[in-house]
């Protein structure tokens, strides 16, 4: 996945979120962590708070699977803060009362 012009930007928004997810599933937690940064360098990153909450989950399932449930609840709950409803917002409310 290249990022870049605008084209780049609608595909980074719907399948990042996925991509990361995968990585973090996977155990590649490296790699996961540079497609958050290059998602965060983004132009137009701040202003999407979709993608910003999807991206929050996706680390928080990274700290989860790494055994920092506090790091993970902290995620999660700036995500819920973060996103708007839809289906971030409920990934992270779902993810977070797995670990309630």
């Not at 803060?81 to 289906?87: E, Q």
Request: a negative charge; proline letters at 4%; glycine letters at 8%.
């Amino acid at each position: 996945m290249v990022l870049g012009g605008s084209e780049e930007w609608f595909s980074a928004h719907d399948a990042l979120p996925w991509l990361v997810m995968a990585l973090v599933q996977s155990n590649q937690p490296e790699s996961a962590k540079e497609w958050v940064a290059r998602a965060g360098a983004l132009p137009g990153f701040t202003a999407d708070a979709e993608l910003q909450a999807a991206l929050l989950h996706g680390r928080a399932l990274q700290a989860r699977m790494s055994g920092d449930l506090t790091q993970a609840r902290q995620l999660l709950a700036r995500a819920i803060d973060t996103a708007p409803i839809g289906l971030w917002h409920a990934q992270a409310c779902i993810t977070a009362a797995n670990l309630a």
